[in-house]
């Protein structure tokens, strides 16, 4: 069984999220799990932040998905495919 995740590192949140949530809302059929972290809350929110989805669909689908997101000035995304291994 495999498992297939992106990961997305994103600096300047405020400045990149509108686009990177385009991106996203467009390609969210492929998405199973969206979890988003980032530190501090409130008056302390931080402009960085980490976000992590568990993805379905083709390999060649999830990698231009994961090259649309990197086009994005202050995103860094990774796509990480595993191999589960069943007992």
Known sequence: ???SIILIYLNHRTEAAVQMQKILSAWGCL???RLGIHD???DD??????IFLEVVGEKEKLEEL???LNLIKGVD????EMEIKED
Do not use: W
Not at 77 to 80: L, N, R, S, T, V
């Open 77 to 80: 995304a990774k796509f990480i």
């Open 66 to 68: 994961t090259r649309k």
């Open 45 to 50: 929110c931080t402009e960085t932040g980490l």
């Open 1 to 3: 069984m495999k498992k």
């Open 31 to 33: 998405i199973k799990i």
């Open 40 to 42: 501090g809350v409130l």
